[in-house]
């Protein structure tokens, strides 16, 4: 009776090596990861940049992302030869010729891959979207914030799960039926697709047509304010993409007047409490860079209110970003721009709001403050000009 072989065996031949032996063309810039990136000869998958044939150099096996084939480095020579796992076994164990050739220095952060188009991002995140849940934690903060359930259904908020069982599921699922390469958030581990990032709150960022140009999250277990919302992205990771700064449309396109305010979610509610305004949303102060050709594209736009948060009265970076968006705006023909300006005690034009209508179903009225842009814009450059003279004494 001849000696079984086990897994253990076949570790003893390196798969990188079994993989040149074979031919296999082999994605440089991987060299030195624990999973090298390989044209996949079984699928065809030999064109530049379509190396979709992961091996594991740890645990000497393989996995094609495209076509399913897998195996370990017998099965691999074995495959490509023709011939039993068994001759495989030993053409491998008597060649004396395997060797691993010197690896020249390379860089070690994977090529940059080009984001998918607008269709193609926003039907896999529709149907990402369609098969996750919203957890009652996330639906309790949003029902706090003054959203009702319809419109947060509407919205298709939902929770990025914890798991990476759970995530390997969903992007193995989705993976059958889109190309998830130039799709932020998701990447390749182990052979196989999975989502990346932090869990917590996805807020879809869509254009003017409803559809979703990418995904922010709001992160559970982040205490810092100024980092709690990240996006979806998925750069320098293996088949990952870098996402980029979308300018979120929310509320009624057929408005005179859009206001200007940071964060989509803020937007949404924003929005919602006032009865549908027009909301145009980016993700900060400095991440404006859309904004221009938004406002350009929606033709009945007349009016443009800019909503930031309170503290553009006391930070003076705010207030030089808020300036110079000021000064786009006003390059801009046709469109006339103005500050508003509410009670400090509110953070942002969301909290005022709900402030607002939680106000007036008491029979009290908050009137809107809006500052004429000449006078406001004089009172911020003073204040800026004193803060800037307290850091320097500092």
């Avoid at 369609?130 to 914030?145: N, Q, T």
């Avoid at 100024?226 to 293996?238: D, V």
């Avoid at 057929?254 to 919602?272: C, I, M, N, R």
């Avoid at 909290?351 to 842009?373: P, W």
């Amino acid at each position: 009776m001849g000696k079984h072989c086990t897994d253990r065996c076949y570790e003893e031949f390196p798969i990188l090596n079994v993989a040149r032996r074979c031919g296999l063309v082999l994605n440089d810039r991987t060299l030195e990861r624990e999973e090298v990136e390989a044209s996949c000869p079984f699928c065809g998958d030999n064109g530049p940049g379509k190396h979709h044939l992961f091996l594991n150099t740890t645990r000497n096996i393989f996995r094609c992302v495209l076509c399913g084939e897998k195996g370990n480095s017998v099965s691999l020579y074995a495959k490509l030869e023709g011939v039993s796992n068994r001759q495989a076994f030993r053409a491998l164990s008597e060649d004396a010729r395997i060797f691993r050739f010197p690896k020249p220095p390379l860089s070690k952060e994977p090529a940059e891959r080009e984001l998918s188009s607008l269709a193609v991002r926003h039907s896999t995140y529709h149907e990402m979207l369609m098969h996750l849940h919203l957890s009652p934690k996330h639906k309790a903060d949003l029902l706090s914030r003054g959203l009702s359930e319809e419109r947060i259904e509407h919205n298709m908020y939902r929770s990025l799960p914890s798991l990476e069982s759970a995530r390997r599921l969903l992007a193995g699922i989705l993976s059958d039926f889109h190309t998830l390469e130039g799709i932020p958030g998701f990447y390749v581990k182990d052979g196989q697709w999975t989502i990346a990032g932090r869990s917590g709150l996805l807020i879809p960022y869509r254009d003017k047509s409803g559809l979703i140009q990418g995904l922010q999250v709001r992160l559970d277990d982040e205490t810092n304010p100024a980092r709690k919302y990240r996006w979806l992205s998925s750069r320098r990771m293996p088949h990952g993409t870098r996402s980029r700064s979308f300018i979120h449309v929310t509320g009624n396109l057929s408005a005179k007047t859009a206001y200007l305010t940071e964060g989509g979610l803020k937007g949404d509610v924003a929005s919602f409490l006032d009865h549908d305004a027009l909301f145009l949303c980016f993700a900060g102060v400095t991440a404006t860079a859309g904004i221009k050709e938004v406002l350009l594209s929606m033709k009945s736009i007349e009016e443009v209110v800019v909503a930031l948060d309170m503290d553009k009265l006391m930070n003076w970076r705010v207030q030089r970003a808020m300036e110079n968006l000021m000064d786009l705006i006003r390059d801009l023909p046709g469109l006339h721009v103005r500050l508003m300006n509410w009670n400090m005690s509110f953070k942002g034009v969301d909290d005022f709001y709900k402030a607002r209508n939680d106000a007036m179903s008491h029979g009290v009225n908050i009137l809107d403050n809006f500052t004429s842009l000449r006078y406001l814009s004089d009172e911020l450059r003073i204040r800026a000009a004193g803060l800037r003279s307290q850091k320097k004494v500092a």
